[in-house]
């Protein structure tokens, strides 16, 4: 219980972000509100369930343009993009975001201190995270997205799209995962100062662990400006397996940061964003860029 209510003064009420469609996700919405009437007395609570992809980012992008809400996206890694999509859509905004882990994959959950959401109101542990902000350039058109985790090329959009239409669940996952390594093709991209070079997989990562793919750098926060860059030159199927598989086992190890990546694709290319793929068309310009302190996070 909030001590006199005063973590309430942080926010003029909360708004819980949810796909009513997930299973056991009723009660799992009326435990929160519950939760959320105890640790802020007083304070209103307003439910928004979506109603169909990318309705997360229009709701957080409303609330984000009033007063000072704090937003909680019951979510797995896509739905907490939506969301915070929908509040850098809105210069200056004073909302305030958190994720309760509702997904298949929740990397960005994982790697952020381990405490409940009733803690983080009692302790009023609000803090700015960097995103990724990532801008796609092609045909006189110009399109920015933000990652809250990680950017991948090659490797990880495919091990999506093969988990997707295979199924979920432990078997039939790495079914998937075996049957993507073995279609996996290389993809080239163009750097600004015209040097090509030849990828299996590009991973920019904000977090340090991926909870389909395991460690990939020992970054452990995303707040110091930077982002990692893994990358597996192209080398052919054995090479990528043993990758992987280190990847779930010892982990990467340490990885380059830089504060920006750019390039051009060859080709066209999937890209993965938080969990979300999106295909990207070739002669398309590409600018990752850490955000520093850009999300206000609980």
Same mark, same amino acid.
């Not at 983080?120 to 990532?134: M, S, Y």
């Not at 090509?196 to 793919?213: Q, V």
């Not at 030159?233 to 010892?250: D, E, I, N, Q």
């Given at each position: 219980?909030?001590?006199?209510?005063?973590?309430?003064?942080?926010?003029?009420? !909360?708004? +819980?972000?949810?796909?009513?469609?997930?299973?056991?996700?009723?009660?799992?919405?009326?435990?929160?509100?519950?939760?959320?009437?105890?640790?802020?007395?007083?304070?209103?609570?307003?439910?928004?369930?979506?109603?169909?992809?990318?309705?997360?980012?229009?709701?957080?992008? =409303?609330?984000?343009?009033?007063?000072?809400?704090?937003?909680?996206?019951?979510?797995?890694?896509?739905?907490?993009?939506?969301? +915070?999509?929908?509040?850098?859509?809105?210069?200056?905004?004073?909302? +305030?975001? =958190?994720?309760?882990?509702?997904?298949?994959?929740?990397?960005?959950?994982?790697?952020?201190?381990?405490?409940?959401?009733?803690?983080?109101?009692?302790?009023?542990? +609000?803090?700015?995270?960097?995103?990724?902000?990532?801008?796609?350039?092609? &045909?006189? *058109?110009?399109?920015?997205?933000?990652?809250?985790?990680?950017?991948?090329?090659?490797? =990880?959009?495919?091990?999506?799209?093969?988990?997707?239409?295979? &199924?979920?669940?432990?078997?039939? %996952?790495?079914?998937?995962?075996?049957?993507?390594? *073995?279609?996996?093709?290389?993809?080239?991209?163009?750097?600004?100062?015209?040097?090509?070079?030849?990828?299996?997989?590009?991973?920019?990562?904000?977090?340090?662990?991926?909870?389909?793919? &395991?460690?990939?750098?020992?970054?452990?926060?995303?707040?110091?400006?930077?982002?990692?860059?893994?990358?597996?030159?192209?080398?052919?199927? $054995?090479? $990528?397996?043993?990758?992987?598989?280190?990847?779930?086992?010892?982990?990467?190890?340490?990885?380059?940061?830089?504060?920006?990546?750019?390039?051009? =694709?060859?080709?066209?290319?999937?890209?993965?964003?938080?969990? %979300?793929?999106?295909?990207?068309?070739?002669?398309?310009?590409?600018?990752?860029?850490?955000?520093? &302190? !850009?999300?206000?996070?609980?």
């Amino acid at each position: 219980m909030a001590d006199d209510g005063a973590p309430a003064a942080l926010f003029d009420r !909360a708004v +819980v972000i949810f796909n009513p469609g997930r299973a056991g996700m009723d009660a799992r919405i009326e435990a929160l509100h519950q939760d959320l009437a105890a640790d802020l007395p007083g304070l209103p609570v307003e439910l928004l369930p979506t109603e169909y992809a990318g309705h997360a980012r229009v709701l957080a992008r =409303t609330e984000a343009g009033r007063g000072a809400p704090l937003i909680v996206s019951v979510s797995g890694d896509g739905g907490y993009n939506e969301v +915070v999509n929908g509040v850098m859509d809105v210069p200056g905004s004073k909302a +305030v975001c =958190t994720v309760i882990p509702a997904g298949n994959a929740n990397d960005h959950y994982r790697s952020l201190p381990a405490r409940t959401l009733s803690q983080a109101i009692r302790e009023k542990a +609000v803090r700015p995270i960097d995103l990724l902000r990532v801008t796609f350039r092609s &045909g006189g *058109r110009e399109e920015v997205l933000y990652a809250h985790s990680y950017v991948g090329f090659g490797l =990880t959009p495919l091990m999506a799209i093969g988990i997707e239409k295979g &199924g979920k669940g432990k078997v039939l %996952e790495l079914v998937s995962v075996a049957r993507t390594l *073995r279609n996996l093709r290389p993809f080239e991209l163009v750097r600004d100062d015209g040097a090509t070079a030849k990828f299996d997989s590009l991973i920019l990562a904000n977090i340090s662990r991926m909870a389909k793919y &395991g460690t990939v750098s020992e970054s452990h926060y995303p707040d110091d400006g930077r982002f990692e860059v893994v990358t597996l030159p192209h080398a052919g199927l $054995m090479k $990528m397996a043993l990758m992987t598989l280190r990847a779930v086992t010892l982990g990467l190890g340490e990885q380059p940061s830089v504060t920006s990546y750019a390039f051009s =694709t060859r080709n066209a290319v999937p890209c993965q964003i938080d969990g %979300e793929v999106v295909h990207i068309q070739a002669d398309t310009h590409v600018l990752v860029e850490s955000a520093k &302190g !850009a999300l206000a996070t609980l």
